[in-house]
């Protein structure tokens, strides 16, 4: 619904439905969101690279009906709006402006995930270091999270800095979490044996995970670039797989040969697959997947990522016997 936004219509506005908009006439985007239990907050929807944006700017009264207008304004304008900004309001705008890069969906999710729902409330201008500590503990079981989650928090802020929404970066000079050491785990010929031969009975319900855990192995590449493979990337008559940038972690295309064994993984999840995706799963299940399993599979703790390093490892001593039988 779209009228004139006063501040006594705001203040007695009401929903017979689960919720309503009402669209501002003065401020294109800007609308009152109202819930059937009277509560009320500040959106602002607009368009984007294709995708439509629908940006939380808080609730009223405590955004007047003149601050959502001037935030509103910002926010279209490119900028970071300025009243009242919180940190989940920050993170809205610079979501939207790093829609070009090929790991937006991750950092979003990170951000959503890890940050907002600690330290979304916090006001940018009153961020302190203890409420990114904050963030930090609350992944202290998993390293690599908050880790992530400290380096995505500060190059937002550096972000804001950088386009002179923020006079400086709260935690500029801070020292994030330790990294992890980087793992090492190779999995040993009979290793690999032993994880192939278990597929079947460790992943009864899951043909789509044994399929991609084979094919990980078997051409080295990335889980991601494996689960994400479409039918529109392979080359079955030349026998290759060709990965475009936008899917490889350099953001380089490349192509991969096909072995008689890669074929017949692939043909083999073709033929079950309905749509363009060979396999229709995501990443993160697969990882789920393989963790949950962890005991059924019959060998000393292992993860997805250990598939490429194994695979890529085993392709450079299969290329240096070969050198070494060529030179003799």
Not at 77 to 89: H, L
Not at 271 to 281: L, Q
Request: net charge positive.
């Amino acid at each position: 619904m779209k009228l004139l936004l006063t501040d006594r219509f705001c203040q007695h506005a009401k929903s017979a439905l689960p919720q309503t908009d009402y669209f501002d006439e003065t401020v294109k985007g800007l609308a009152l969101r109202v819930t059937k239990h009277g509560t009320k907050a500040w959106t602002f929807h607009y368009t984007t690279g294709g995708r439509r944006i629908r940006l939380t700017l808080g609730r009223y009264p405590a955004i007047s009906l003149a601050q959502a207008r001037t935030i509103a304004t910002e926010a279209a304008q490119g900028r970071m709006p300025s009243a009242g900004m919180t940190i989940s309001q920050l993170a809205e705008v610079y979501i939207v402006s790093i829609q070009g890069l090929r790991t937006a969906k991750e950092i979003e999710r990170r951000l959503r995930k890890d940050v907002l729902p600690i330290i979304g409330a916090v006001a940018v201008s009153a961020l302190h270091r203890r409420d990114v500590t904050r963030v930090i503990d609350a992944k202290r079981d998993a390293p690599i999270g908050a880790r992530k989650a400290f380096e995505d928090l500060r190059t937002m802020l550096r972000w804001a800095v950088a386009r002179g929404d923020l006079d400086h970066n709260p935690i500029e000079g801070m020292k994030g979490p330790p990294i992890s050491a980087v793992r090492e785990r190779v999995l040993s010929d009979d290793e690999i044996r032993t994880l192939w031969q278990s597929l079947p009975t460790a992943l009864p319900r899951s043909p789509i995970s044994q399929q991609v855990i084979k094919l990980c192995l078997v051409t080295g590449q990335r889980l991601g670039e494996v689960v994400g493979l479409r039918r529109g990337e392979l080359d079955l008559k030349r026998r290759l797989w060709e990965l475009p940038g936008s899917r490889t972690k350099n953001g380089h295309p490349h192509a991969v040969p096909l072995s008689e064994l890669a074929l017949e993984i692939v043909e083999e999840a073709i033929a079950s697959a309905k749509g363009e995706a060979v396999f229709p799963s995501r990443a993160n299940v697969v990882g789920k997947t393989i963790i949950r399993a962890q005991d059924r599979f019959g060998l000393p703790h292992w993860t997805a990522h250990d598939l490429r390093r194994t695979a890529l490892t085993g392709m450079a001593r299969r290329s240096a016997n070969d050198q070494g039988s060529r030179s003799i």
